[in-house]
T-cell receptor, first 115, second 112 residues
Framework: AQTVTQSQPEMSVQEAETVTLSCTYDTSESDYYLFWYKQPPSRQMILVIRQEAYKQQNATENRFSVNFQKAAKSFSLKISDSQLGDAAMYFCAYRSGNSGYALNFGKGTSLLVTP | DTGVSQDPRHKITKRGQNVTFRCDPISEHNRLYWYRQTLGQGPEFLTYFQNEAQLEKSRLLSDRFSAERPKGSFSTLEIQRTEQGDSAMYLC??????????FGPGTRLTVL
């Protein structure tokens, strides 16, 4: 089974600064998808960004971008110009491209944004 | 889209009782997923449906758990003879085919 590792249980960033959240994964597959989800306190999980493994170009969504290093099996999330509303748990997730549709999640990184 | 909805949002029950949760997916999403999330952990996959067919079940889904999706619309997750270890947030998600999964707000279960 594929495993997803988020090595930073907690991170802190000041408003307007940039922060990078780390994620590594273990797989022998070549076709897969990677996701970052955000879960604010007591609120539902929201998709932040997704990356298809076959695409070399890193995905970007407004202030959120990823650094996808396929050979290193690394998928980090960069948040630019951090805002107070970015404070949340961030989960990295893996989904196989051809053997099931379950998302495998990491344990999450709690992001604190300070004024 | 009105989003994925789940009912109830909170459920407190006594050990040994049966509970049932409901999930209404985004309309026209043919895939529906159930996950369980315990405190401080990421969600863990339980099962998924394509239309009305239950196509995959995790080893986490013991015999006390059963899920249905009649007519390929809403889904129910039932837990029989609840145990304290069943206390968790139960999340439902839906998607179109292999597209991105969109999550509901979850049902928080507390077993006393």
């Amino acid at each position: 089974a594929q495993t997803v590792t988020q090595s930073q249980p907690e991170m802190s960033v000041q408003e307007a600064e940039t922060v990078t959240l780390s994620c590594t994964y273990d797989t022998s597959e070549s076709d897969y998808y990677l996701f970052w989800y955000k879960q604010p306190p007591s609120r539902q999980m929201i998709l932040v960004i997704r990356q298809e493994a076959y695409k070399q170009q890193n995905a970007t969504e407004n202030r959120f971008s990823v650094n996808f290093q396929k050979a290193a099996k690394s998928f980090s999330l960069k948040i630019s110009d951090s805002q107070l509303g970015d404070a949340a748990m961030y989960f990295c997730a893996y989904r196989s491209g051809n053997s099931g549709y379950a998302l495998n999640f990491g344990k999450g990184t709690s992001l604190l944004v300070t004024p | 889209d009105t989003g994925v909805s789940q009912d109830p949002r909170h459920k407190i029950t006594k050990r040994g009782q049966n509970v049932t949760f409901r999930c209404d997916p985004i309309s026209e999403h043919n895939r529906l997923y159930w996950y369980r999330q315990t405190l401080g952990q990421g969600p863990e996959f339980l099962t998924y449906f394509q239309n009305e067919a239950q196509l995959e079940k995790s080893r986490l889904l013991s015999d006390r758990f059963s899920a249905e999706r009649p007519k390929g619309s809403f889904s129910t997750l039932e837990i029989q003879r609840t145990e304290q270890g069943d206390s968790a947030m139960y999340l439902c998600a839906s998607s179109r085919s292999t597209d991105t999964q969109y999550f509901g707000p979850g049902t928080r279960l507390t077993v006393l």
